[in-house]
């Protein structure tokens, strides 16, 4: 029997706030010892009373704005009642029947296939304390750190459109990218700043078998959300094809062992009790609110990304790769403007040269060359003033450094040497001092000419021009048999 796959995601992103989504303590705790960013309103205290934090409530229109929701202009705040020690009151500040955002969806591009995910709700919460669990000499324990508590959270939930792991991971990525764009959150999954809980089940082609709903959870890169939903739906369409009963349940996955578990019964939306937050008024949106959120918005990935394409004349792939991250595309661009031009060249040596060093050093602005330098070395480079290997030493020469590559250039005569006789003298030389090299070219083996070329370039302490080199000798050695 066949069966059709159907997923949808529900992601949760920390939002970007100096202070924590109902009171002033600092929403920045990742650093710092435990239970030191508390006070009575996250510690749950009787008696305290919430305040909603306005910044996460923009950022949280913001995102809604992005993913082609619309917005309510009246929403409100719900409790959300179970028991875990991770959570202080015995109930979350969350968002039940009126959330934020609903109704809008996302295009992603799978395998040059675009699919559109529909996007159910954008709702904010907040986050809940982190537990640690610990063996030692006196046994199991687990420990509470109050910090993480009452962070702003984003549950941002999907409908059921994507059928293959690969679509959901892609979905993700997209989701995550648009999040960085805007700055609403940074997206990172390591650090516990970005979450996916996966709903997978399976439905047979003929519509005769409807399998439930299970939800994975414990799932920390986009990698291992593909590889448990893998897991998943193998394991499912194994179990209806064997005639087993499967339950709605709650999953773990596994990462060393590469397995899904089961953890508990499913939860419904019943067994939380919803019921509006009475600590809170509802909250209204009104036109000018909404208006001052929407011209704040930055320019979006996939727009962007066609942009790049159209103005600049890049391909497919470069500019994608440009416009993955707004940091890297708006260095991209800073560096074209400085440069007045070479947007093909200067997009290969971001997404080459300056993307090799970022990947020693984690990301882009650790670099430490401004687009104004590397505008200067790839001016250079295109007008033959220096050697594209020179142009590449620069980089790593330079960085973390304010002095300007032309002055560097000029300093330390690194300027490639142009003229005619010069490099006719220095090849003259090379080839009297390398006859095995001549003789194997002249017999046929012309791959002999790169370290003949080489040896030019040392000679010439990398002023030398490549191309002005290998003219030069070849006219030598393929018309003149006296040399």
Not at 149 to 171: K, N, T
Not at 188 to 200: L, Q, S, T, W
Request: aromatic share 6%; glycine share 8%.
């Amino acid at each position: 029997m066949d069966f059709e796959t159907i997923i949808g995601l529900e992601l949760h992103a920390q939002v970007l706030t100096h202070s924590k989504m109902y009171c002033g303590c600092s929403a920045s705790y990742s650093d710092a010892p435990p239970n030191t960013h508390v006070c009575p309103v996250c510690l749950g205290l009787p008696g305290v009373l919430p305040v909603i934090n306005r910044a996460a409530v923009e950022k949280t229109v913001m995102t809604g704005i992005a993913l082609n929701c619309s917005i309510p202009r009246y929403n409100k705040f719900d409790r959300k009642n179970y028991m875990y020690p991770d959570l202080m009151k015995g109930y979350q500040v969350s968002q039940y029947d009126l959330p934020i955002a609903v109704n809008g969806y996302v295009d992603v591009d799978v395998n040059g296939r675009e699919v559109r995910v529909g996007i159910t709700r954008v709702h904010l919460e907040e986050d809940t304390a982190r537990l640690t669990h610990r063996s030692g000499v006196d046994g199991e324990r687990s420990l509470v750190d109050v910090n993480r508590s009452g962070v702003p959270l984003m549950e941002i939930v999907s409908e059921p459109d994507m059928h293959s792991p690969e679509e959901a991971r892609e979905f993700l990525i997209a989701v995550r990218r648009i999040l960085r764009y805007i700055g609403a959150s940074s997206g990172n999954m390591e650090e516990g700043a970005f979450r996916c809980d996966a709903n997978v089940s399976q439905r047979s082609t003929d519509g005769s078998i409807i399998g439930p709903k299970v939800e994975i959870k414990n799932m920390n890169s986009f990698r291992s959300v593909e590889r448990a939903l893998e897991y998943e739906v193998a394991r499912q369409r194994a179990a209806l094809r064997n005639g087993e009963t499967l339950v709605q349940e709650t999953r773990g996955w596994l990462e060393d062992r590469a397995i899904t578990v089961g953890q508990r019964s499913k939860e419904y939306a019943h067994d939380y009790r919803y019921f509006p937050e009475p600590d809170l008024p509802p909250v209204l949106l009104d036109e000018g609110f909404l208006a001052a959120v929407e011209s704040r918005m930055p320019e979006l990935p996939r727009v962007r990304q066609r942009r790049l394409r159209e103005q600049y004349g890049l391909s497919h792939a470069d500019a994608a790769l440009l416009a993955d991250e707004k940091a890297v595309a708006d260095y991209y661009e800073a560096a074209v403007t400085a440069a007045g031009g070479h947007a093909r060249e200067i997009a290969h040596w971001v997404t080459g040269e300056l993307f090799a060093i970022a990947r020693n050093r984690s990301e882009l602005g650790e670099v430490g060359i401004p687009p104004t330098s590397l505008a200067e070395i790839v001016s250079m480079v295109v007008a033959g003033e220096v050697n594209a290997l020179t142009g590449k030493e620069l980089l790593t020469t330079l960085a973390g450094s304010d002095v300007s590559p032309r002055a560097y250039v000029a300093q330390h005569g690194l300027a490639q040497v142009r003229d005619a006789d010069a490099v006719r003298e220095v090849v003259l030389e090379v080839l009297a001092a390398n006859p095995d090299a001549v003789a194997d070219y002249r017999s046929g083996k012309k791959a002999a000419i790169g370290y003949l070329i080489g040896q030019g370039m040392r000679r010439m302490k990398g002023a030398g021009n490549p191309d002005a080199l290998r003219r030069t000798m070849t006219d030598i050695l393929d018309n003149d048999s006296s040399s």
